[in-house]
């Protein structure tokens, strides 16, 4: 029995007790029937009480059960987001880091369009001054000069394969390059999509 119930058991045979019987007519003392009443009536309300104290904790406990559960999951909530938010700063990194190594290719790649452009002219000079001669020669005995003059033939044909292989290196170049560049974009898509609040 609680504390409560005991107390309010004191209290009520207090009040019950017979008080002293003056001469005369005053209140009449309890009657036993009456006291075992009013005991039985308290010992239920203790009862009572001491139930709804029990069940109270229980609630209590339970919700301070709760309350841990919430709590650490607000808290694994926190490191994941904390997780993601690096892994996004460091996926933005990267991506810096790609986008700078791409500029660096493109200028590169440019570069090398331009040298092979001006090869190119080179080449077609060089065609040009071979077909002259060819031109002047035709139907004349050389001799050394002959020889010379395929010699240069054979060296302005294999300066035309270099530039024809060098022209499909840049080709593929800037094939990879666009690749690249659509790659990088989803990925950026991906992050500021990432990024936008929920």
């Known amino acids: ?3 409560l119930a005991l107390c309010l058991l004191w209290v009520l045979a207090t009040a019950a007790r017979p008080a002293p019987v003056a001469p005369g007519d005053g209140p009449r003392p309890a009657q036993y029937e009456d006291l075992t009443l009013l005991f039985h009536g308290a010992l239920q309300l203790g009862q009572a009480l001491n139930s709804v104290y029990r069940a109270t904790e229980a609630q209590l ?5 709760n309350v841990g559960y919430y709590s650490r999951g607000l808290g694994q909530l926190g490191q994941r987001v904390s997780q993601g938010r690096n892994a996004a700063q460091e996926l933005r990194t ?3 880091e790609m986008q700078k190594d791409e500029e660096d290719l493109q200028l590169e790649a440019e570069a090398t369009a331009r040298a092979l452009g001006e090869a190119a002219q080179a080449q077609k000079a060089l065609g040009d001054t071979v077909r002259q001669l060819e031109a002047r020669l035709r139907g004349v005995w050389l001799g050394n000069s002959h020889q010379e003059f395929e010699a240069l033939k054979a060296h302005a044909d294999k300066q035309s394969h270099f530039l024809w292989m060098l022209a499909g290196h840049v080709q593929r170049q800037r094939q990879e390059m666009a690749a690249q560049q659509r790659w990088l974009r989803r990925i950026q898509e991906r992050l500021h999509t990432a990024a936008l609040p929920a």
């Open 1 to 3: 029995m609680s504390a």
């Open 61 to 65: 406990t339970e919700a301070g059960r």
């Open 94 to 96: 990267s991506l810096l």
